[in-house]
Antibody, heavy 122, light 110 residues
Framework: QVQLQESGPGLVKSSETLSLTCTVS??????????WGWIRQPPGKGLEWIGS???????FYNMSLKSRVTISVDTSKTQFSLKLISVTAADTAVYFC??????????????WGQGTLVTVSS | QSALTQPASVSGSPGQSITISCTGT?????????VSWYQHHPGKAPKFMIY???KRPSGVSNRFSGSKSGHTASLTISGLQAEDEADYYC??????????FGGGTRLTVL
């Protein structure tokens, strides 16, 4: 059974870069059937899709974050990563990594990490 | 890419049925039958409940059902149980390989 685990600093200073990594275990990150995504939830608010990446390296982003976000994949380490630059307090959130389907199943998010809280401090 | 609109909260008594709406636009819900629903107990990972508007993945109770009319998708939970109390989110494909979530609905079982 596929498991995802987020890792990275829980505290980031304002204007700096947020960096998180998701490690995939129990399954292949190079499967052609899935994309690998990042989703966040600010405190007291709803979920927000950040973006996703295919094993080939092709990435897709939420247009509202596109200028600040980069998602990358390292198939040799079975990991994919999120970088968000120029963070502000509004980027404080629980960040989830997740597995999304491919094609018509793109909106199917069938496996999630437990989430990691990242706080942006001034 | 604005968030889909969901009611902030709904409630029902055990055994009753409730419906949660999810309203989008012609750019997302209205244009694609690619709406999914997620159950989220705070502090845990969200759980995938419905996909492609009305399909249930294996292991999800048939008390959960989904539908869509125009720009609005709906999740119905019948025979409410205490363990159904959670936050529920809709999610729609929004074109160009992007997704949009709803703002979430807190379900309270009275």
């Amino acid at each position: 059974q596929v498991q995802l685990q987020e890792s990275g600093p829980g505290l980031v200073k304002s204007s700096e870069t947020l960096s998180l990594t998701c490690t995939v275990s129990g399954g292949s990150i190079s499967s052609s059937s899935y994309h690998w995504g990042w989703i966040r939830q600010p405190p007291g608010k709803g979920l927000e899709w950040i973006g996703s990446i295919y094993y080939s390296g092709t990435a897709f982003y939420n247009m509202s974050l596109k200028s600040r976000v980069t998602i990358s994949v390292d198939t040799s380490k079975t990991q994919f990563s999120l970088k968000l630059i120029s963070v502000t307090a509004a980027d404080t959130a629980v960040y989830f990594c997740a597995r999304q389907g491919w094609g018509d199943a793109y909106s199917v998010i069938d496996c999630w990490g437990q989430g990691t809280l990242v706080t942006v401090s001034s | 890419q604005s968030a889909l609109t969901q009611p902030a909260s709904v409630s029902g008594s055990p055994g009753q049925s409730i419906t949660i709406s999810c309203t989008g636009t012609s750019s997302d819900v209205g244009n694609y039958n690619l709406v999914s629903w997620y159950q989220h107990h705070p502090g845990k990972a969200p759980k995938f409940m419905i996909y492609e508007v009305s399909k249930r993945p294996s292991g999800v109770s048939n008390r959960f059902s989904g539908s869509k009319s125009g720009h609005t998708a709906s999740l119905t939970i019948s025979g409410l149980q205490a363990e159904d109390e959670a936050d529920y989110y809709c999610c729609s494909y929004a074109g160009s390989s992007t997704l949009v979530f709803g703002g979430g609905t807190r379900l309270t079982v009275l």
